[in-house]
């Protein structure tokens, strides 16, 4: 397995830790979760890699989402 590839597997993990852990929080769905999360700031600086935020524990990513979604 290449770097890129792990990098995309570790990625791949991590959006979907963050995304069950939205949708439990909030209390609803999996679509649901996915949506507010794809369509967020912090899913652009994960994929971007932007100040190594990826590799922050899920549940503090998590909370950060949850700050982006409150000021909304």
């Known amino acids: ?11 791949e993990h991590l959006e979907e830790d963050i995304i069950f852990a939205l949708a439990e929080r909030r209390n609803i769905t999996s ?18 890699g932007e100040f190594g935020v990826q590799y922050l524990d899920p549940q503090v990513l998590t909370d950060i989402l949850e700050d982006e979604l409150n000021k909304l």
């Open 1 to 11: 397995m290449t770097d890129r590839e792990l990098e995309n597997f570790y990625r």
């Open 31 to 48: 679509e649901e979760a996915m949506k507010l999360y794809y369509s967020s700031r912090l899913a652009d600086r994960i994929h971007d």
